[in-house]
Nanobody, 123 residues
């Protein structure tokens, strides 16, 4: 069973930055999704297991950066120039698929989820 432990998040004003981190119990393809009430869970960013490939939702491209440290089994999401529309619960996710250089952008590919962390951005 893969364990995911999220940290970070909280309150920020528009234009500020926040950083999310997720520690996994191994090295997997990883992603950050986000969800607002009554809406579907959407990808924010994803990274392949080897770190060579990334995927970003157009809404965050150029502002968010996903990174990983496989020595520590952690994946992080640096969120810069935050906007009120970034307000959501952010979920760390891991895939059990074993390809090193494939990045998955759809939640159907992810088997394990963190508990979620709230990010609130005020205008």
């Amino acid at each position: 069973q893969v364990q995911l432990a999220e940290s970070g998040g909280g309150l920020a004003q528009a234009g500020e930055s926040l950083r999310l981190s997720c520690e996994a119990s191994g090295a997997y393809p990883m992603a950050w999704f986000r969800q607002v009430p009554d809406k579907e869970r959407l990808i924010a960013a994803a990274m392949s297991r080897d770190g060579a490939k990334t995927y970003y939702n157009d809404a965050v491209k150029g502002r968010f950066t996903i990174s990983r440290d496989n020595a520590k089994n952690t994946v992080s999401l640096e969120m810069n120039n935050l906007k009120p529309e970034d307000t959501a619960v952010y979920y760390c996710a891991a895939s059990s698929r074993t390809f090193d250089n494939v990045v998955y952008s759809h939640p159907v590919f992810y088997d394990y989820w963190g508990q979620g962390t709230q990010v609130t951005v005020s205008s």
